[in-house]
């Protein structure tokens, strides 16, 4: 008979990263907030530098979130019948793309249209890389493993 392996260590340490860096988004988003509504002069090279930066490190942070949530389901034998099963993790990187997009709005919202333009384009490349390199092998593994 095969012993099953016990995989509570590395799910209770991969919980406490999902928890950091879900409160690095939170941040990085009330961060980036923040600073559109209060700083007096957006307009500004070194705001709008500031601006992206930010930006940037909250959609590294988002994607790695992402890809850490995903990272569980490798260690999953089976998923119970009478679930969604694999519907509601596509939903939540729906949720994660939609508030990605959100930054890009916010910039629209205080006319930063050379930002907005910048972060949209950065944002394109962080969900074309996500798809390529989480959502498709999730989907063959997902297939593979007849989770449907």
């Known amino acids: ?27 990085l988003f009330t961060s980036i907030t923040i600073l559109l509504t209060a ?9 709008q530098a500031t601006l992206f930066f930010l930006t940037f490190i909250f959609y590294v942070v988002l994607y790695t979130l992402i890809d850490n949530l995903e990272m569980g389901f490798h260690y999953i034998k089976d998923i119970p019948p009478l679930t969604l099963r694999v519907a509601p993790f596509f939903r939540l990187v729906l949720v ?8 890009v709005f916010m910039f629209l919202l205080f ?3 050379g930002l907005a333009l910048a972060t949209g384009v950065l944002w394109a ?21 007849n989770w449907k």
């Open 1 to 27: 008979m095969e012993k099953e392996t016990d995989y509570t260590d590395y799910f209770g340490h991969n919980r406490t990263i999902s928890s950091v860096l879900s409160l690095f988004c939170g941040f």
């Open 39 to 47: 700083y007096p002069n957006k307009e500004e090279v070194l705001a």
């Open 96 to 103: 994660f793309y939609l508030f990605g997009t959100a930054v």
């Open 111 to 113: 006319d930063l249209f």
């Open 125 to 145: 490349i962080f969900v074309l890389v996500s798809i390529r390199s989480i959502i498709i092998p999730f989907l063959k593994n997902s297939r593979e493993r």
